[in-house]
Nanobody
Framework: QVQLVESGGGVVQAGGSLRLSCAAS????????MGWFRQAPGKEREFVAA???????YYADSVKGRFTISRDNAKNTVYLQLNSLKPEDTAVYYC???????????????????WGQGTQVTVSS
């Protein structure tokens, strides 16, 4: 089992940047597939980015080229660098984790059993 705690959210102007962090408990972090999802008011929670235990990365089309996911197994932490932010990126961002997720399922929120509490990102125009 793993516990996740996100941090790094805030208010930023359009075009700005933020770096979100997700700190995980447990000694087997390196074996987990990790994902970032976001949920805007009145909308479904949607996939943003994922990084597999083997460091393969995947992105939603809406953030490709602007966001970068990475992990530091020595620190039990996964990061999401958000650049060139747009007002439509405003949402609560959630970190998620699970073991042995099939590649084709990494974008599927229902395949993740462990979730953080979320961190708010607000982009002003």
């Amino acid at each position: 089992q793993v516990q996740l705690v996100e941090s790094g959210g805030g208010v930023v102007q359009a075009g700005g940047s933020l770096r979100l962090s997700c700190a995980a408990s447990g000694r087997t972090f390196s074996r987990y597939d990790m994902g970032w999802f976001r949920q805007a008011p009145g909308k479904e929670r949607e996939f943003v980015a994922a990084i597999s235990w083997s460091d393969n990365t995947y992105y939603a089309d809406s953030v490709k080229g602007r966001f970068t996911i990475s992990r530091d197994n020595a620190k039990n932490t996964v990061y999401l660098q958000l650049n060139s932010l747009k007002p439509e990126d405003t949402a609560v961002y959630y970190c998620a984790a699970d073991l042995r997720i099939e590649i084709q399922d990494l974008r599927n929120r229902y395949k993740y059993d462990y979730w953080g509490q979320g961190t708010q990102v607000t982009v002003s125009s």
